[in-house]
């Protein structure tokens, strides 16, 4: 008897175990699969993608209200974080009782039979978009709560803006609300969380506390603004890196400060060097940024822990004082060395970029950065032939550029005397080929 029940449970299993194997390769969804009441049951892969990126395009094309303090707001789901299509969501579709073990894919399959899976509920919403929109409505709202701030005046000079208690936006609340508002069918207006006689978070004695009263040093780099899609990349980093809080013995980190460099953030196409040549690259001008950065910090007592050169000269700054960044490979890390916390605030208009560093005037410092050309390095010269030049005849296309060795110092001053000389780094450039096209 015992035999013949071990018998029938083997063949059982193997049974399920052929069963499931054959149904997660049948490229179809499992029963009482939805989205937004249409139903998916048992549809092809192909059939569910269909009707998953037409649903979720239709959606996005929708206006959600929010509404607070009185005002309302309209916007499109897409704005508010919905995804632009379905992709995502299809791959979460085509997962359902295929992951996990066999007796969790079973589990699934068998509670389908009763229970729906609405998949609108699995909607994953842009955290960036969300964020930026709520921000834009607490900012026109009218709440009445006010943070402590530090302002910077067309002088360069800093101050606080005083707290205030008073009614605030509970992003935080407000954010958990609108997720489900945009994952629902329904086109009800979306009441905000609003926060009554709410304290402020950041209070005028915290930020009082930090000394920071004045400016330690500054830096300024040029760039055309003819090169429409290279200053809008400048201006958008500088918009994020602006009023950047350093705690006192801590690390910046210029990515972490700016962020990834995307389409979806609002970064354009535009001139890099890479691998020793110019081409176009995502965000280009974010290293005229972070170079800018760098300048302000060296003429600071800060301690730089991580930067690397352009592998040319660039043309906005000395040999030596630039900074390449690029996501995921190359940052700008620097140590805040004072005793107190600094602010870095950045401004770009008018093809200026002004990075400043500000915090406790007691200990500002009077910095120089030199650099010292310890070699040139000659550039070589590529003939090439093109038929379509007259004999005898020639033209310069690349007129080449020399690349350099150097060193760069920081110079400690007391009473306009030299008393202190720090080396920093010691850079090489490679030059640049010149090319000559000739007719044959």
């Known amino acids: 008897m015992i035999c013949i029940l071990l018998a029938v449970l083997l063949s059982l299993f193997a049974f399920i175990s052929v069963r499931d194997f054959c149904w997660q390769r049948s490229e179809r969804l499992p029963l009482r699969v939805t989205l937004y009441g249409e139903d998916l049951s048992n549809n092809s892969f192909e059939q569910a993608k269909r009707t998953i990126y037409r649903l979720v395009e239709d959606k996005g094309d929708d206006v959600v209200t929010v509404t607070g303090e009185g005002r309302s707001f309209d916007f499109f789901r897409r704005d508010l974080g919905y995804p ?16 996990g073990g066999l007796f969790h894919r079973l589990a699934f399959r068998f509670s389908a039979l009763w229970r729906e899976t609405p998949l609108e509920d699995r909607i994953a919403v842009d955290e960036i978009k ?13 709440t009445t709560a006010r ?47 609003i926060e009554e006689n709410a304290e402020p978070k950041v209070t005028t004695a915290e930020l009082k506390a930090m000394k920071i009263d004045g400016l330690l040093a500054s830096f300024t780099t040029y760039y055309s603004e ?33 962020g990834r460099r995307s389409r979806e953030r609002g970064f354009l196409d535009a001139a890099i060097i890479e691998n020793g040549a110019f081409t176009d690259g995502l965000g280009g001008g974010v290293c005229q940024v972070s170079t800018t950065v760098y300048g302000a910090a060296l003429r600071t007592k800060m301690e730089i822990r991580r930067r690397r050169p352009h592998s040319l000269v660039s043309a906005y700054v000395e040999p030596g004082q630039d900074a ?20 870095l605030h950045a401004a770009a208009e008018g093809g200026s970029l002004t990075v400043s560093v500000y915090g406790d005037s007691a200990e500002r410092a ?75």
């Open 130 to 142: 969300l964020g930026r929109a709520l921000r834009a409505v607490s900012a026109d709202l009218g």
């Open 226 to 258: 003819d090169a429409a899609n290279r200053a809008r990349n400048i201006t958008l980093a500088a918009s994020y890196l602006d009023m950047t809080l350093i705690p006192a013995g801590e690390t910046f980190s210029f990515n972490r400060a700016v």
């Open 84 to 99: 632009l299509d379905g992709a995502r969501l299809f791959l979460e579709a085509k997962s359902l009782g295929r992951e």
């Open 366 to 440: 009077d910095i120089s950065v030199v650099t010292e050309i310890l070699g040139k390095i000659p550039f070589e010269i590529e003939n090439v032939a093109d038929p379509a030049l007259p004999q005898g005849a020639r033209y310069t296309r690349s007129p080449g550029k020399e690349g350099l060795e150097c060193a760069v110092y920081r110079v400690y001053r007391e009473n306009g005397a030299a008393v202190r000389r720090e080396f920093v780094s010691r850079d090489t450039y490679l030059a640049q080929k010149r090319v000559v096209v000739f007719g044959p």
């Open 324 to 343: 390449m960044v690029s996501w995921g490979t190359s940052d700008l890390v620097f140590l805040n060395t004072y005793k107190t916390p600094v602010l």
């Open 147 to 193: 943070d402590a701030a530090f302002v910077i005046d067309g002088e360069g000079q800093i101050s606080v803006s005083p707290s205030r208690r008073g009614s605030r936006l509970d992003t935080a609340a407000s954010a958990n609300g609108l997720r489900a508002a945009l994952r629902a069918a329904s086109d009800a207006p979306f009441p905000l969380v």
